[in-house]
């Protein structure tokens, strides 16, 4: 993840870490951000993201792969993420195999 000194966000990539088992968002400045290509994909302990539905993805134009291969990832609440500008979202979930529950994606509004 990279952040300037007054804790705005212009991208997130935790870099394939694979024991990283719990995220907590908190009062992050992410309107910057553009991508989420591959953010969180690998990331195969994963099991729990907190905050995650409080995220600016406004600007994000490219979810590719977003959490892929995050095996053991139960649930995500993306709550009411609002991606008017986003053109790919192919991958998003591909082979997180326990992904049980997506919250948040009846309020999706998609345009491109």
């Not at 719990?22 to 910057?32: H, M």
């Not at 302990?45 to 095996?71: D, P």
Request: aromatic share 14%; glycine share 4%; with cysteine.
């Amino acid at each position: 993840m990279f952040r300037d000194e007054e804790g705005n966000f212009d991208e997130i990539k935790f870099l394939c870490n694979r024991k990283i088992e719990k995220i907590e968002f908190k009062k992050c400045n992410t309107e910057a951000i553009t991508t989420l290509n591959n953010a969180f994909s690998s990331c195969e302990e994963l099991r729990e993201i907190k905050g995650l539905q409080n995220l600016n993805v406004h600007n994000v134009t490219n979810m590719y792969s977003a959490f892929s291969y995050c095996k053991k990832l139960t649930k995500v609440n993306i709550g009411t993420w609002d991606m008017p500008n986003c053109i790919d979202t192919s991958y998003m979930f591909y082979n997180c195999f326990n992904l049980t529950t997506i919250t948040g994606t009846e309020y999706w509004l998609l345009t491109n």
